[in-house]
Structure formats: structure tokens, C-alpha cells
């Protein structure tokens, strides 16, 4: 009991959320008769939401710090038009477009940053003037008008991996991406083992170790299947690709790195980070700007995938890519959020939305129950947090071996939504990892 | 005549950890009540119990008040019975005046509408019962802590109080605030206000208490009435259940030269122009020296230190720091930490602590450098340096992966120690190392200190408890005012000739630590 408790709790804690989403990816399959896990279905989910999650990444991490941004749908539609001006009208290639994309990007954070690390302005109020002011200079720039891009910025958007090799009856690159990902989890998970046990550090039994592999495989395993077997001309899109990416480089850059700590102990108490030795405005300064670098990559994927930069481009994303960083377990106060977590966030509004247009409820109602979810995810948290209680499976868990008060909060959250109800213990589960 | 108060078997678990197990305590109608044990004993769950903050079957056991069970299912339950609670970190809000501080969730008001002027009124007729002497319209944020605290005992006041309980009153005060605030409360006790006050300060207790109820590892050990036969060994043998030798570990210095210097040391407040937080300091450190800083609130001592510290306080005016007689230049924390200075700050949790992080983290916060390759934190390292610290200063938890919130005061201490320590500095700068932390932990804290300054490095220890600073330093700045006002050797030195020296006002600018004035001398 105490081993399965361990796993739960311990280990695969960070991987609580990862089952709400599992639960609620079967739950709308049964209930659309099998239709979310088809080819078609998930590209379209990938595709349609890689861009919000990409703002999720540096979402997360501002509100790590302490900050938050509300300028990113606004600087991804200028970086968008900028670029699409530039390719159409002033002669740049595809690639130097996407160069200047990044660059109009990077330009805009070192703005933002300074204002908020330099100048000490609140990152809200920076930013909802950068909402106001990157709106405008998009409709300016662009004449209020929709400029076409060329397919080069159209494949980044929306292309798939291309077919190569042999004619196994699957794509061969999907496969290989596959592959590779089930390779680096054993080989990562085997070598991480081996090093804390030269470091005297705790070390998990080799089932335990196993069993996590065989679930992350197999979830892996399915996915590739998926993304392989799609209608001809489809695989797994290049925006996922991008998408992944940059989710492994934040991982590793902000779970591992001194960067990546320094933004939480800036996030987690700006005074005694100071005291520390951190940079603490530089550090402020480097996640306005990396934040809005990722909104112009963003804006780049979604231009590329709309075939052309428009006006209204943008709009609201900055509250679907803070809703994702929430629900993911981030706290409004700071110091506390994992990029993971964003993702599988993002990813539970993205199945929300999709399973429930799938099932004909309308877009009022999806609202409605994304609000709730929402709502509730973050309450959960905070009531948890207040009471001082262990996550819910830990509940649970402690509950079935007849321990404890507990239950009464897990119950009262509940019954109120049940689309909402896989949501939270994900959430809490993310945020403790 | 039947007992004001008793508490019977009460018992109070949060999961995994029994708080409180079976204590009992009976206070008497207009007595001082002390709760004394070390951090982690149980004082504040108990005064919590009592107070409402746990409510009525969130515990076991029973409390009879004033003849009767009592069963509050809030603080206001509790208020309404005439019971107050004073908590260690005030809760007062510093952008209000005193007056609206006074009557905050319990306006002078008719329909809504707040009637000012009888506001005031009252606000003065209370002020001085308290004997605090400010404008009641001054903002609480711009007085100091200890007139803080008598604002919070007037507001206690106001709801007509029988039973007062004070969260280690004196914690944050100085010797000056602190005798007032002590005088106050015997005030209290003739007009019947039962106290009940936690305090660390045993010579405080002995002072004013009428009876000592010891608390260790969540049960009740023992009832003292205080007289003249207690003395301060017998409540610390009851508190740790075992006699400490001496409050102090011994010693045997062995000093070496001079190897870290400041000179006409001179920094302007942050925000008020033309105000000097350090009026030309001057002093020295030598190899394998404990050098003691005592100086009441708002000396300057802190200010002093952190300045130093890489300009993280003030705006830096005039002067240089030499460190084997080389000048450095300490702009930022991060050049001070790589010239081998270390500051462990008075205010652990607002400024020494992310309370969100783990114990091994917060160890190697101040030096990722030496845990990373390429600027890649290896985890494995990490772990294995916290353990190292974990078992070097014998933190009490079960693993560094613990949440340094979870830990008591004095261990939390040792994680903030263990993480200056680890960035292996030959200059550590304590500010009151000590405070709120329990005898057994303060004992331990003593003992690092010694052993780091065997180890050869200079050790700067702040503290405004004079016994502290006497008891440890081998030689002692006074400062008071920004400006040091002396240095006495530890042979020559005693509470008197400091407490006069930190009250030796307008001697600012004085260049107090020339050549000759003091035992040793600048080279």
C-alpha cells in the first residue's frame, strides 16, 4: 500500500494531470461513438491549439516571476503582419521574414522589460498598454488589411511531415519521432536512476520505474499510431513539432538550468532572491522578452496556418494561454508553475472545447463550462493550499486506509461541475511536482 | 472562587503530526501567565485552541472559561467572550492612521457613516492607557514595531479584554520598548486583565510572570509559580528536559590579523534625501575573530550590514572596504558573494527565505555555480550537498526534499546558515542569528558560529540581546545613531558600559574606532 502510494504521490504526482486529460479524452471517445481519437481529430486539436500552447510556455514562466502579460495576442498579430509585409512588399525571403518575425518579437520584450524590470512599472499595466498599443500598430502597419504569406511560412503553420523512405503503409518520419521519444524516456529515466544512486540519493525500485515507462510509452506508442496512419498527405504537423520542442528546451531550461531557478526564487520572494545574489531585474527583463519572442513564434505559426496575417489576428489569446497556465497549477501570486503543467492545461481546454463541439453543445455553453472549469481548478488549489492538505490522490489514498477529515473538501468541490471534476486534481497534482 | 481558565487534555493533530497531546494548563484570574518550550512545542497551537483560530472540534479535550465550557468556532467567538489574541507578526494595516488601525472591523460609526471626531476621542483615551504618545492620525506604517504593539494591545483593549495573550511580545523590540511594553502589562494585571504571554526571553518571565507553564514536544511538562527561588536554569532544564551547562558553548579563540577592514563608512537612507543610515563607520574583522554588534532597533546596525553587503540597502555616499588590504568593489550581491562575504539577515522569512522552496534548494540558492556544469543544475549534487549541511548542523527533518516552511524557526535558521555556509565565505555576517529560535537550536547556532571562526574565518554577529552578543564576541562595536560609538574587548566589556555606548546619541560622523581608543588596533 505504502509502494502504491508512492508512486501516486511521489513519482508520478507530476503526472496527475496527464491522467485528467487521459479521462477526459475517454470520456468524450465514448461519447462521440470514437470519434476524438481518429487521425483527422488529433491533428486538427494539435494544430489548432499549438500556438496558443507555445504563449502558454512563456506564460508560464511570467507568471512564475510574479508578472503577468497581457500584450501577447497583440504583439503576435504585429509580428505576424510585420512579417508578412516584409516577405510580400520589401523583398525579404521566407526565412529572413521569420528571422525579423523573432527579432520584431525580441524588440517588443526588451520594451516590455524594460518598463517592468527597469522602470518598475506594473507588468499589467505595461502590458495591457502594449495590448492597446500593438493592436493599433498592427491595423496601422497593415492598413487594417489581410496580407497573404507564402507556403514556406503556410508549412510552418500548418504543414506535415513529409513522406520519406520506404512505403511502410505508415509515415516513416512520424515514426521515427516516435521512436526516438519512446528511446530518450528509457535511456533519460534508466540514467537518472543511476545517478542519484551514485549520488546516495533515493532510488526508486526498477518496477516502479517500468511501470511509469510502459504508461508514458504507451501513451506515447498510441500517439505515433495516430499521427502516422492519417489520410494520405498528413502526419504529425510541423506546428506540433515546433510545439515540442520548444516544451523540452523550457523543461529542461527552467526545471534545470540556474536561469530557470532564478526565475522561480525571483517569483518566489524578489527580496531574498536580491539577497541571494540574483539578478533580479535582469531576470524580469529576460522573461518579458522571452515572452515575447514566443508570442511572435506563435503569431508566425498562426499566420502560417490562416495562409495570412489579418487585423484581428490574436484576439484573446491572452486569456486562453493565462487560463492553460492556471489551470496547470500555476500561482496568481508567483513562484510556483511547471511548463508541463501549462501544456497539459492548455490541453485539457483544447479537449474541453473540442469534445464539446464534437457532442453539438453549443459555444455558449462551452463557454460556460470553461469558465467553471477554470473557476474550479484554481479554487481547489487555493483551498487546498489554505488547509495544508497533500494532494487529492494522497487523499484519497490516506482515506481508503481509514485516516483523516479529508475527504469533506474533495467533496464539496466536485458535484458542482462534473466536466470540471478530472480538471482539479491534475491541477494540484502539476503544481506540486 | 472557581479557575479562570483551564485547558484539559487538549489534543489537537494536523495530518501526520500530533501538536498537541493531552496538555492542560489553569491560569487564575489577574495573573501573568508565561507559556515557555522550544520552537515546535506547541505554545502557538495552544494559544490558537484557546483563541478560536482552531475551532471548536477541530480538537480534543475541553476549556472551561469563566466557570463554564467554552466552544468558539471563530476568533470572533472568542473576542466576544473578552478573549484577545496578540500575534507575533502584527496585524495591523500600515498605510491607515492609528485611529482608523484602532477601530479597524469595529468602526465608531453610526449607520454606516463613521463619526470622526469621537473617533479620535477615543482613539486618544485608549492611546493613553498605553501609554503611546503619537498623533492619532499617524500612519502605523511610519511608527516603529514597538508603538505597533501597544496600538494592537489598545485595539484588544477596546473590545473590553479579560484575558490578553501576547505572542512573544518582545521578540521585535528593543530593551527601551521592551521594559515599557513589560510595565504595561503589570499595569494591565492591576486592572484585572489576565495575561498570557509566549515568550523566549526567560530573564523577561521571571521579571513579570506570576506562574510558568512549560511546554516540550506538544505536552504539558510543568506548572512553576514564579518567586524568588526559580531561576532561569530550572525553567530551560523543564523546557529541553535536560540541563545545558552553559547557556553558551565554550570557547577557545584563536585570533589572528586583521584581514577585513571598512573605513568612513557612509550611506544615505533610500528615500529620505539628506538622512545618513551610516555616519562614517570605521572597524575591522580579524581571521578567526567573532566580532559582536550590538545596537538597539533602528541603530543602524542592519542598515550597516546590508550596505556593506553589496549596496543591497541605502545609497552608498563615501567610503571603502578593504579585504587583505585590497580595496573591493561591492556593487551588487553577487560581487560580494564572490569576494567571500556572506549576510544571513535578521528577517528570515521576508528576506531569508522563498517559503515556497524546498530545503535543498534554498541551500544551494546562494551558489548554484559550484552544483551546475555549464550552468545545468545537477540534481544529484544538489541533493547530495543538502545532505552534507543536513547532517553537518543536524536539521531536524526526514528529507532536504521538505518544505523549508514546514520546519521550525530554529531550523529554518539552520537552512538559511547552511545556505551562506555553503558559498564558503570567509566573512559571515549574522544579523541576530537567534531570534525567535529555541534554546536548544540557539545553543547549536552558538556552536557553528565557534567552529566556523576556529575555522579561521571572521564572524560579524548583530544582536540587540546584550547577554548574547557578551556571551559569544571576542570584542564588541557599539553603534547607535548610524555611527559606531565604541569597541570594547570581550574582558573589558559588560551590559552597562554597552547599553551606554548604544545610547551615546549625537555622536554622529565620529570617527569612533581610531587607533589606541580599543585594545587593538588598526594596522
Known amino acids: ?433 | 472562587m472557581a479557575t479562570f481558565l483551564e485547558m484539559r487534555d487538549i489534543t489537537k493533530e494536523f495530518p501526520g503530526v500530533k501538536a498537541l497531546d493531552r496538555v492542560s494548563m489553569t491560569v487564575e484570574q489577574g495573573e501573568i501567565h508565561a507559556i515557555c518550550g522550544e520552537n515546535g512545542a506547541g505554545k502557538s497551537t495552544l494559544m490558537k485552541v484557546l483563541s478560536g483560530v482552531y475551532p471548536f472540534g477541530s480538537y480534543s479535550g475541553e476549556i472551561l472559561y469563566k466557570g463554564g465550557p467554552a466552544a468558539f468556532r471563530d476568533i470572533r467567538a472568542s473576542e466576544r467572550a473578552g478573549i484577545a489574541i496578540i500575534h507575533q507578526e502584527l496585524a495591523l494595516v500600515p498605510e491607515l492612521s492609528i485611529t482608523e488601525n484602532l477601530f479597524l472591523g469595529n468602526e465608531v460609526a453610526r449607520r454606516g457613516v463613521i463619526d470622526w471626531v469621537a473617533a479620535k476621542a477615543r482613539a486618544r483615551a485608549l492611546m493613553a492607557r498605553v501609554g503611546l504618545d503619537e498623533d492619532p492620525g499617524t500612519a502605523i506604517g511610519t511608527i516603529g514595531v514597538g508603538k505597533q504593539q501597544l496600538v494592537e494591545i489598545a485595539k484588544a483593549l477596546n473590545k473590553n479584554v479579560e484575558l490578553l495573550i501576547l505572542d512573544e511580545p518582545t521578540a521585535a523590540l528593543n530593551e527601551e520598548d521592551s521594559a515599557h511594553l513589560l510595565d504595561l502589562m503589570r499595569d494591565l494585571r492591576g486592572r484585572g486583565i489576565t495575561c498570557i504571554m509566549i515568550s523566549h526571553k526567560l530573564n523577561e518571565i521571571r521579571a513579570i510572570a506570576d506562574a510558568i507553564t512549560i511546554l516540550r514536544d506538544g505536552q504539558s511538562v510543568e506548572t512553576l509559580r514564579v518567586d524568588a527561588g526559580l531561576d532561569e536554569d530550572r525553567i530551560i532544564r523543564g523546557m529541553v528536559g535536560r540541563s545545558l551547562g552553559s547557556r553558551y558553548p565554550e570557547r577557545h579563540p584563536a585570533v589572528g590579523d586583521v584581514f577585513f577592514e571598512v573605513r568612513d563608512w557612509t550611506v544615505r537612507h533610500p528615500q529620505i534625501p539628506d538622512r545618513l543610515v551610516c555616519k562614517g563607520s570605521n572597524f575591522f574583522v580579524r581571521r578567526g575573530e567573532i566580532v559582536g554588534f550590538a545596537g538597539l532597533m533602528g541603530s543602524g546596525r542592519t542598515e550597516l550590514a546590508r550596505s556593506l553587503f553589496g549596496r543591497s540597502y541605502g545609497l552608498f555616499v563615501r567610503g571603502s572596504i578593504l579585504k587583505d588590504g585590497r580595496e573591493l568593489r561591492l556593487r551588487r550581491v553577487a560581487d560580494a558573494i564572490l569576494e567571500g562575504i556572506a549576510y544571513v539577515t535578521e528577517d528570515r522569512k521576508t528576506l531569508g527565505l522563498n517559503l515556497l522552496d524546498d530545503i535543498k534548494t534554498t541551500i544551494v540558492s546562494a551558489d548554484l555555480d559550484r552544483v551546475s556544469r555549464h550552468s545545468v543544475i545537477d540534481p544529484n549534487r544538489e541533493f547530495s550537498v543538502a545532505e552534507s549541511f543536513h547532517r553537518l548542523l543536524n536539521i531536524k527533518t526526514r528529507t532536504v526534499d521538505e518544505g523549508v516552511s514546514k520546519l521550525s524557526g530554529g531550523n529554518q535558521q539552520k537552512v538559511v546558515l547552511a545556505k551562506w555556509l555553503y558559498t564558503e565565505p570567509d566573512l559571515l555576517i549574522l544579523d541576530e542569528p537567534t531570534r525567535g529560535i529555541d534554546v536548544g537550536a540557539k545553543y547549536e547556532i552558538y556552536g557553528i558560529i565557534n567552529k566556523l571562526a576556529e575555522s579561521g574565518k571572521g564572524v560579524v554577529v548583530i544582536s540587540s540581546e546584550l547577554p548574547e552578543v557578551l556571551g559569544i564576541s571576542d570584542r564588541i562595536y557599539a553603534i547607535c545613531e548610524g555611527a559606531i560609538t565604541g569597541a570594547l574587548d570581550r574582558a573589558e566589556a559588560s551590559q552597562e558600559k554597552l547599553m551606554k555606548l548604544m545610547t551615546l546619541t549625537g555622536a554622529g560622523g565620529r570617527p569612533a574606532d581610531k587607533p589606541g581608543q580599543q585594545s587593538g588596533s588598526v594596522r
Not at chain 1, 67 to 74: A, R
Not at chain 1, 295 to 301: D, F, I, K, R, V
Not at chain 1, 370 to 382: N, P, R, T
Not at chain 1, 383 to 412: E, F, H, M, W
Request: charged share 10%.
Open chain 1, 1 to 433: 500500500m505504502k509502494q502504491l502510494k508512492d508512486i501516486f504521490v511521489g513519482d508520478l504526482r507530476r503526472f496527475g494531470m496527464l491522467f485528467t486529460l487521459v479521462a477526459l479524452v475517454a470520456f468524450f471517445h465514448v461519447r462521440t461513438g470514437g470519434y476524438v481519437l481518429t487521425p483527422a481529430n488529433v491533428m486538427n486539436l494539435l494544430n489548432g491549439n499549438s500556438y496558443i500552447l507555445v504563449l502558454a510556455i512563456g506564460m508560464v514562466l511570467v507568471i512564475i516571476a510574479g508578472h503577468i502579460d497581457l500584450s501577447v495576442g497583440s504583439v503576435a498579430a504585429f509580428a505576424g503582419i510585420v512579417m508578412a509585409l516584409a516577405i510580400r512588399d520589401w523583398g525579404f525571403p521566407p526565412w529572413a521574414g521569420v528571422l525579423l518575425c523573432l527579432a520584431v518579437g525580441a524588440a517588443i520584450g526588451a520594451w516590455q522589460g524594460f518598463w517592468v524590470a527597469y522602470a518598475g512599472i506594473p507588468g499589467f499595466v505595461v502590458t495591457l498598454a502594449g495590448m492597446m498599443l500593438f493592436r493599433g500598430a498592427n491595423q496601422l502597419v497593415g492598413h487594417s488589411n489581410t496580407i497573404p504569406v507564402p507556403d514556406a511560412i503556410q508549412f510552418l503553420g500548418g504543414g506535415y511531415l513529409p513522406e520519406v523512405g520506404p512505403d511502410t503503409g505508415y509515415n516513416n518520419l512520424t515514426l521515427a519521432l516516435g521512436l526516438t521519444a519512446i528511446l530518450w524516456l528509457v535511456v533519460g529515466s534508466l540514467r537518472a536512476r543511476q545517478a542519484a544512486r551514485r549520488a546516495g540519493g533515493e532510488v526508486r525500485p526498477l518496477w516502479m520505474v517500468a511501470a511509469r515507462l510502459a504508461l508514458l510509452g504507451g501513451v506515447v506508442a498510441y500517439s505515433t499510431y495516430l499521427f502516422a496512419t492519417g489520410r494520405p498527405g498528413t502526419s504529425f504537423p510541423i506546428p506540433g513539432l515546433i510545439l515540442f520542442s520548444l516544451v523540452i528546451l523550457y523543461s529542461f531550461v527552467s526545471g534545470r538550468t540556474i536561469v530557470g531557478r532564478h526565475v522561480y526564487a525571483v517569483g518566489g520572494n524578489r527580496q531574498a532572491a536580491e539577497l541571494s545574489g540574483v539578478d533580479t531585474r535582469g531576470v524580469t527583463f529576460l522573461v518579458m522578452m522571452n515572452m515575447s519572442v514566443l508570442a511572435a513564434t506563435a503569431g508566425l505559426m498562426f499566420v502560417g496556418r490562416s495562409t495570412a496575417s489579418g487585423p484581428f489576428d490574436g484576439f484573446n489569446w491572452e486569456l486562453d494561454a493565462i487560463s492553460a497556465v492556471f489551470i496547470g497549477g500555476a500561482a496568481v501570486s508567483g513562484g510556483v508553475g511547471t511548463v508541463i503543467g501549462s501544456i497539459i492545461g492548455g490541453f485539457v481546454m483544447a479537449v474541453l472545447n473540442n469534445g464539446l463541439q464534437l457532442l453539438g453543445v453549443g459555444a455558449d455553453m462551452t463557454q460556460v463550462i470553461k469558465g467553471l472549469v477554470l473557476l474550479i481548478a484554481v479554487a481547489f488549489d487555493v483551498l487546498n493550499k489554505t488547509q495544508g492538505r497533500p494532494s487529492i490522490l494522497g487523499l484519497l489514498l490516506r482515506d481508503r486506509r481509514g485516516g483523516g477529515q479529508a475527504p469533506a473538501a474533495a467533496s464539496a468541490a466536485s458535484p458542482a461541475a462534473p466536466a470540471g471534476g478530472p480538471g482539479k486534481d491534475g491541477t494540484d497534482a502539476a503544481k506540486r511536482s
